[in-house]
C-alpha cells in the first residue's frame, strides 16, 4: 500500500516586505491551533514544518525548513524542533556547473550550511538558536495572515555611550503535513 503525503498548507513572507503592522495580532490562536492539529487525527500521522527566514542588517539572508513536535507534560502547548535544520546562508556561494572557468555563482550553498533549532511558547514567545547553536535569538512574535515575525534588540554600553545591536528579523512560516497510515 503507497503512503500518501499531502501538503495542507503554507503561507511565504518575501524578507524586507513585512505585513501591515495594524492588522498584526497575538500569536496564541495560530499556536494553539497547531498544536490541536498535530496531536489529533485519526488513521493519519501528522507534521509540521517551520520555514524560518532571517535577514541580518549586513543584509546576509538565511533560510532554513525545520521539523516541529508538540510538547508534552509540562510543555503541553509548546512547539519544539524535532530535529535541527539545515541554515542556508546568502553570502554561501556555489558554482554551477561545478568546477572549470566560466561557471555561474549562486547563493544559498548546500555545500556550506550550519543547524537551527526553534522553540515557540503557547503565547508566542521564540527562540531561535541559528549558527549550529552558536548564538540564541529570543522574541515575542507577532502574526497576521499565518506569519510569524519578529526581532529583538540588544543595547549596550561603551564608555557610558548606549548603542544598538540589532538581532535579525525573522519570518516563520508553518506548513502542515499528513501521511495516511495504511491499513
Known sequence: MKTILRPLGIATLAI???????SAQSCNSMIQSLNTWLTGGVGVTRYVTA???SHASNHSVTYAAVPMKA???F???WLFSSQTGKQYYSENEYC???GGFGCTQYPFSPYITKTLSLTVSPSGSVTVKPNGGAVTHSFSGTCTG????GFNATTLSLNGIPFTIWNPLYAITFAKYEVAIPK
Open 96 to 98: 554551477l556547473p561545478p
Open 75 to 77: 510543555s503541553i502547548g
Open 146 to 149: 499565518g506569519i510569524m515575525y
Open 71 to 73: 510538547g508534552a507534560g
Open 16 to 22: 524586507g516586505a513585512l505585513p501591515v503592522i495594524g
Open 51 to 53: 520555514y524560518v527566514s
